[in-house]
């Protein structure tokens, strides 16, 4: 299974974008780029997915290079809202079945 | 609101009881996940269901045991309990579960507190 590494912490202040990195060298054909939101003692939340190039949607805009071994999570002008653990996943296929690993995530704590 | 729903909402029993976690999926979701929460840990995954048959199984202990009913609701069974086990347990869904694109539907968790 891919295994990613992503900062354990960033800081940001309202109104400023925050782009966290994730890195996934051993990212196989097949697989996709999740990133997931969770809120102090909430359940994760799906934000966005992708498996090359870029992908925007109404919450964040997601970043692949070609060789698909890093991507990014774009985060527009972030809110005290969007303080949060933010875990990016590389979904793999083991015997078939989905199980996706989530690593230690990102806590990202925006200041007024 | 995710659509799955987890009762109950928090629960606190002692060391050796038994306690039963229910989740009832995303209406026309077929795949159950189970994970547990520590408390600032991340996310350990602990077993899939399919329509009713296991499909992947992560690091559940062997005092732990789940099932999925035909009404693909599913239960996680935790026995013998410890103070370790004191944790938010997250019960998702996804459409299939075999996919690299599947997306899981997270519920709100039940919180155990184990005294």
């Known amino acids: 299974l891919a295994k990613t590494t992503q900062p354990i912490s960033m800081d940001s202040y309202e109104g400023q974008e925050v782009n966290i990195t994730c890195s996934h060298n051993?990212?196989?054909?097949?697989?996709?780029i999740t990133w997931y939101q969770q809120f102090p003692s909430q359940g994760p939340r799906f934000i966005i997915q992708?498996?090359?190039t870029k992908v925007t949607n109404e919450v964040a805009s997601l970043f692949i290079p070609a060789d698909r071994k890093s991507s990014t999570l774009s985060l527009p002008r972030v809110s005290l809202s969007d303080t949060a653990v933010y875990y990016c996943?590389?979904?793999?296929?083991?015997?078939?079945?989905?199980?996706?690993?989530f690593g230690a995530g990102t806590r990202l704590a925006v200041h007024p | 609101d995710s659509g799955v729903t987890q009762t109950p909402k928090h629960l606190i029993t002692a060391t050796g009881q038994r306690v039963t976690l229910r989740c009832s999926p995303r209406?026309?979701?077929?795949?159950v996940y189970w994970y547990q929460q520590s408390l600032d840990q991340g996310l350990q995954f602990l077993i899939q269901?399919?329509?009713?048959?296991?499909?992947a199984k992560g690091n559940i202990l062997e005092r732990f045991s789940a099932q999925q009913f035909p009404d693909l609701h599913s239960e996680l069974n935790l026995s013998s309990l410890e103070l370790g086990d004191s944790a938010l347990y997250f019960c998702?869904?996804?459409?299939?579960?075999?996919?690299?694109?599947?997306?899981?539907?997270f519920g709100p968790g039940t919180r155990l507190t184990v005294l």
């Open positions: 992708g498996y090359k």
């Open positions: 209406s026309g979701d077929l795949s």
């Open positions: 051993n990212i196989a054909t097949n697989d996709y």
């Open positions: 269901y399919y329509n009713g048959e296991e499909r």
């Open positions: 998702a869904s996804s459409v299939e579960g075999g996919r690299a694109t599947d997306t899981q539907y």
């Open positions: 996943l590389v979904g793999s296929i083991s015997g078939g079945y989905n199980k996706l690993i």
